[in-house]
């Protein structure tokens, strides 16, 4: 026994990856296809499921209607189709923005002198340390009525003797756009400062001793060569926005509802599993067509294991 | 010129995103020591060790000064009880991903096996899916299961299977074993393999050429990988989420929930706590690590 496993690599192989393979099938591959189950079953009255195969639920995700107000056989609810497109374009100004603010910092890092490299990301770090719900709860206390932001506003508006009524930031979708794009800047960081870390120095050495302005050397340089890190990073924070529910539940009140909150929603309140595994597959599908897409065009960089 | 030289616009830039970082964090520890109890505005550092007033001419005895809102912390037993779900979950979920991620490392730097394409497939599926997406499937496998199981074998109160710590341990296992094999395997595609080959060579087996030789070589990448599942766990609220049940609650859970009902210090007093902690365990790895390689 022992002898058939030191002579055969593939018997090795196998039993390496055989406990992976466990969780990979029992906690991920069965979940997914039994959500797959449950969204084309019914709703029984009682929040359980009926196991059958109807499209229903995805019918009333796409927002098509059969039992309509005026009367007409079929009508178009977009409330649903609207969840969504909030969601893809939260998730799609979200990633711009933290490629615009990640960039910058990420090039200075990794430009510096090689010993501090290591402290400046450290910094980085440490607010990711805090938990994910405490820094959102930081931008609650930032942001509301009688928050943080307005009362600073207010001394200033009172030093120069300026009348100033609180500002509304609290509840709107540009808190929610500031608390998502400070959860997952570091996802953005750490990605592009690893790829432009690996850029030969002497490329830089050759664009300025050939006459290139810094605009150029960026365009023709950096950005091509540090390309890989911002695909990593798009997907590392495209990817979480269009599932997480926290932050726009707490920022965004009733006012920003996104597809997180919906499908939390269908599970806990509405306690309709079924509509709520429909919405789930249906994030799944959307975020997998467009990180498809994405690194079809882009590629793929090892830079993702960086973070 | 001086290699390092990086535009002004570059390093205004740099400063300003290193405010917005760490604004949050800083106004966060503040606001534990403050004296309001509504912790709307800062009404300044409670600075007397003994009765304080707060809002509405309440007055409080505060024997810890300063510290006023740590103490009401540490008399909390819901945040104690979470505390000790988080750090639980958080242990073992990270003592068997990192083993079996590790495993995995090896298979998929070192071996040609027929599971391969399914495996390294299955292990990048959870870094381009949402978490609520795992999180649900996850709820939905284990309530159909316990349900099954319940009726089958009639189990009645108390005895019911129900959502509680081992889900979420099951769960955090689960989606910390692709991070740490991505790590690992990093790791080992730089190993040079004559290293092992001297071992063998000089007489000692496959055991002994892997403790003493392999594993103490890739350590590094282990404990990082094994950092990255921990700090992963501590962090995770979606998942834990849709895992837990009742007398398993964790602290992101439990911050939540606070924060849809009451705000007081002691939720920046436990933030605050929880940053000295983070930064304490993270020195204490990186100390580690280094003294590894």
Redesign the interface.
Known sequence: MIRRLREKKSLQGNLLISPTMIFMVGMLVIPLLLTAVVSFGRRAPDGDVIFTFSLDNYARLSGLRTNCEDGSRLCFDPIYAQILWRSISLAFNTTVLVILLAYPLAYFIARAPAKRRNTYLFLVLVPMWTNFVIRVYAWLMILRTQGVLNNFLGSLAGLLNLHFTPLEMIYTPGAVLVGMVYEFLPFMILPIYTSIEKIDNSLFEAAADLGANPIRTLRRITLPLSMPGMVAGTILVFVPVMGTFIVSDLLGGRQVILVGNLIQNQFLIARDPTFGSAASLVLMVLTLIVTFIYTRKFGFGEEIVSA | ?N??R??P???I??LL??F??????I??VL?SFNRSRT????EGVISNFGPIEMEGSNVVQSPCGPFHWFCELSKNRDVLHAAQNTLTIAIISTIISTV??T??A???A???????T??EV??Y??????????G??????FS?LFTMLNQTMNMSGDNRLSLGLSTVI??H??FS?PFV???VR?RLQGFDISYEEAAMDLGAN?VVTFMRVTLPMIMPGVLAGALLAF?LS?????IT??TTGPGATT??IY??GL?RRI?TPQ?NA??AV??LL??VV?FALQRLQSRQT
């Open positions: 010129m290699p390092h990086r535009h616009l570059v390093i830039a740099t995103v290193y917005f970082l760490y604004i949050p964090v106004i966060l606001y912790n709307v505005l800062f079996i991620g495993l995995a090896f298979a998929l070192r071996y040609q096996f027929r599971m391969r399914f495996s299955s292990l599926i959870p870094v381009v899916i949402p978490e609520i997406v795992m649900i499937g996850i709820l939905i496998l159909q099951l769960s296992i689960a074993i094999t991505l790590v990093a496959e700090t501590l962090d995770d609220f979606v989420f849709f602290l992101p911050v939540y924060l705000i939720v436990l933030s929880w940053i983070v930064l993270v």
